[in-house]
């Protein structure tokens, strides 16, 4: 929000980036079900997803832009995107 304070920007910083919030994105999304693990790593028993969840981030950054990847951040968190980041670029 253009009006939070400096704590409020931090808290909020925190909450998107702690590795703990994001491990708890992956297994909202079963993002170990698409990872290919090698033979000494059981799937099951594998706890550190947060890594996944940055590099889905950045392949979506990078195969389709800033919005689509703003967007996928916000439908992952559970947050109401900004009307900026809502609406759909136009297509030229």
Known sequence: CPTD???DMTTKRKNLTQSSRQDQVAKNINIQD???FGQS????EFSRCH???ESLIGAVYIDGGYTQAAKMIF???GLEPP????A???NN
């Open 51 to 53: 890594s996944f969840v």
């Open 41 to 44: 790593v059981r799937r099951n």
């Open 75 to 77: 439908r992952l968190w």
């Open 5 to 7: 304070n400096e704590a």
């Open 88 to 90: 759909d670029p136009p």
């Open 83 to 86: 009307q900026h980041i809502q």
């Open 34 to 36: 698409y990872i290919s």
